[in-house]
């Protein structure tokens, strides 16, 4: 009875098993397995139906919660779940059975924007799930700020890029204004500091250029526009600008930024001292500030030793006062200033024939001299007697200034005085050359009868010289009749 009993059941189960491979569409996939078996069909089936999407979410806990919340991928999907995860299908059998490539992210509930187009999705989805991924930017990013700033990452970031794209200074503390705009970010925050930062002060990222010179905020000077002064006015300050001080760069008055302490009371505190010797520190009693070569109303040159006349008012002060030198300077006499034209010709002083009006003789007296000029010698030019402004000693006799026209028909030879010229002045006057008191009749040959009415050049013919030129012959003339008639 025993063994009989044994054999019943043993052909009960045997048919149970079979009819359970036969009722099974397949075997279930390797995530499903602990599913096998016909005692846990109901698990997932409902008698009469295909398995209810309850069934499925009853399981997937963490896909449920994300339908209830409505997010992700799956609230857009309106089919059932076995339509795309059916089972029965294998151990090897891929419930999950997407491309990724051709996958609409979109329908995720989060578009991938500018660089998150490009990236692969093993990049963000490290694990087996693509479920329940934050979309937090520091869920995947580092936070560059190290908690500076508040987790909105997109408000000053875009997806495009990491740069700021969409900060507006205007809403911080402080506003770029000036040259401040086109500062790069990281001269101001370097090495991505942003909180806390000080700027309340220039001095906070800007150097103290004038070394605590200075307690006034930088602002009362400076703008924001450029480092070089615009506000500043010099009429505040001790030394206001004057005359040819306005235009001059402040680096000169302020070298290597040097502003207090800084000495101005006298001008040799910025000008050297062009006199030498010194005359003093009073510099405006010859100068003004409109300009250094300008002398000032209270400098009168007719009170010093030396008043200026004539030419000498129209005279540069530097012709006079070479590097500046006012003391110390000899003008006892002409010479102490001007070369001495005569090369030591003459004794007397220059003013006895100059005057300070103008270089030429004014009032020098000719008649005075062993030389009285008249006739025609009174129009004849100084240089034409005084060549190279030769007047001592001086040749006074005719053919020292004039050519001999007669090629030494007058020339004497005489055992004491030797050879010489006879005086000019026998024939010829200073008015003119013409001839005008020769009287014939003291010579060898006197003018009588007809010969007195007949014209010098019917005996005294012309002649060629040995150079060319002609002349006409007075000495040897023929005296013989024959020898001017036939």
Not at 421 to 439: G, L, R, Y
Request: proline share 3%; net charge negative.
């Amino acid at each position: 009875m025993r063994i009989v009993l044994i054999g019943v059941l043993l052909t009960f189960t045997s048919y149970c098993h079979t009819e359970a491979q036969l009722l099974s569409p397949g075997k279930l996939a390797e995530a499903h397995a602990e599913l096998e078996g016909l005692s846990n069909c109901t698990q997932c089936h409902t008698l009469g139906e295909k398995v209810p999407d309850e069934k499925c979410l009853a399981c997937h806990e963490n896909l449920a919660a994300r339908i209830e919340a409505d997010k992700g991928f799956h609230v857009t999907v309106e089919d059932k779940c076995v339509e795309c995860h059916s089972d029965h299908q294998g151990r090897d059998f891929q419930l999950i059975r997407w491309v990724p490539e051709e996958f609409d992210h979109t329908l995720a509930g989060y578009p991938l924007e500018g660089a998150h187009g490009t990236l692969k999705c093993e990049s963000c989805h490290k694990g087996a799930s693509y479920l329940g991924l934050s979309q937090d930017c520091l869920s995947c990013h580092e936070d560059q700020h190290r908690g500076q700033l508040d987790t909105h990452c997109l408000d000053c970031h875009s997806f495009a890029d990491w740069k700021p794209e969409k900060f507006d200074h205007e809403t911080a503390q402080f506003q770029l204004r000036g040259k401040h705009i086109a500062v790069e970010c990281a001269q101001c925050h370097p090495q991505g500091n942003y909180k806390p930062l000080e700027f309340q002060n220039c001095v906070d990222c800007h150097t103290d250029q004038h070394n605590g010179q200075f307690t006034e905020d930088c602002t009362s000077c400076h703008a924001v526009e450029g480092w070089k002064l615009s506000l500043f006015d010099h009429e505040t300050a001790q030394f206001q600008l004057r005359g040819k001080h306005i235009a001059v760069e402040c680096a000169q008055c302020h070298p290597q930024d040097n502003y207090k302490p800084l000495e101005f009371q006298n001008c040799v505190d910025c000008h050297s001292d062009r006199h030498e010797p010194s005359l003093g520190l009073n510099c405006e009693k010859c100068h003004v500030v409109n300009g250094w070569q300008q002398a000032s109303d209270s400098f009168d040159h007719q009170r010093t030793n030396f008043p200026l006349k004539g030419a000498h008012e129209k005279v540069e002060c530097e012709k006079c006062h070479l590097l500046d030198q006012f003391k110390g300077i000899a003008f006892a006499e002409c010479r102490d200033c001007h070369s001495d034209q005569h090369q030591g010709q003459f004794t007397q002083d220059c003013v006895s024939c100059h005057g300070e009006t103008a270089w030429k003789p004014t009032f020098f007296e000719h008649q005075r001299s062993r030389f009285k000029l008249e006739g025609a010698h009174v129009d004849v030019e100084c240089a034409k007697c005084h060549p190279q402004g030769n007047y001592k000693p001086l040749d006074t006799a005719c053919m020292a200034c004039h050519t001999d026209p007669h090629h030494g028909q007058f020339t004497v030879e005489d055992s004491k005085w030797g050879k010489f010229t006879v005086d000019c002045n026998h024939c010829h006057a200073v008015d003119q050359w013409v001839a005008i008191h020769f009287e014939h009749d003291r010579s060898a040959f006197k003018l009588e009868g007809a010969h007195a009415q007949t014209t010098c050049d019917k005996c005294h013919l012309l002649e060629t010289a040995a150079d060319g030129s002609t002349f006409r012959r007075f000495k040897p003339v023929p005296m013989e009749c024959q020898d001017c008639h036939l």
